[in-house]
């Protein structure tokens, strides 16, 4: 079965880090795009950041450049999602997602920023 | 707000048409691909309609897509309960240089 698998999410403090694994299951993740997209509860889509097929292209959204990473390791069949400096604002789930359009998604995971 | 606008709620009776509008820019939908994706109640989103018209896999002919200019949307025809959801557009921004979302449509069925 092919699917994406979320982990890493949690509790963290204002200004603390977090790292969100993607594991791909049932097909091989580095021939497409993965991207990473979250959702606030109640609210709507919000993308994050994608990554290419050898992790030479990396696009962010603009509020979360120079805090947040995308990277993958193909031979992991994983992407992930380094999350510095983490603010209240971006507490979500955060789901990833695979191919161009993003034709599959991963169950997401709670990310959750407080103090 | 939402780089790219749609209505927030939609309605229809079972078996009825309705159209899910989505509308951006020149740099977003005015130049690239638009993709639609459903998120039913509790769960992931799911790819529903990829480049403007075409379904995945397992998607029914019911659902439609088209775009014209720096506007596209969605189709639902034949309605039913279980297309009851919210959908988002979205579409790459060569400007941003990031895809947007649309700010999301709940569809009701009455």
């Known amino acids: 079965e092919v699917q994406l698998v979320e982990s890493g999410g949690g509790l963290v403090q204002p200004g603390g880090s977090l790292r969100l694994s993607c594991t791909a299951f049932?097909?091989?993740?580095?021939?497409?795009?993965m991207t990473w997209v979250r959702q606030v509860p109640g609210k709507g889509l919000d993308w994050v950041a994608n990554?290419?097929?050898?992790?030479?292209?990396?696009y962010y959204v603009d509020s979360v450049k120079g805090r947040f990473t995308i990277s993958r390791d193909n031979a992991k069949n994983s992407v992930y999602l380094q999350m510095n400096n983490l603010r209240v604002e971006d507490t979500a789930v955060y789901y990833c997602?695979?191919?161009?359009?993003?034709?599959?998604w991963g169950q997401g995971t709670m990310v959750t920023v407080s103090s | 707000q939402s780089v790219l606008t749609q209505p927030p709620s939609a309605s229809g009776t079972p078996g009825q048409r309705v159209t899910i509008s989505c509308s951006g820019s020149s740099s977003n939908i005015g130049s690239h691909h638009v993709n639609w994706y459903q998120q039913l109640p509790g769960t992931a989103p799911k790819l529903l309609m990829y480049s403007n018209n075409l379904r995945p896999s397992g998607v029914p002919d019911r659902f439609s897509g088209s775009k014209s200019g720096t506007s596209a949307s969605l189709a639902i025809s034949g309605l039913q309960s279980e297309d009851e959801a919210d959908y988002y557009c979205a579409a790459w921004d060569g400007s941003l240089n990031n895809w947007v979302f649309g700010g999301g449509t709940k569809l009701t069925v009455l």
């Open positions: 049932g097909f091989t993740s580095s021939s497409y795009w």
């Open positions: 990554i290419n097929q050898d992790g030479t292209e990396r």
């Open positions: 997602a695979s191919g161009d359009a993003s034709d599959t």
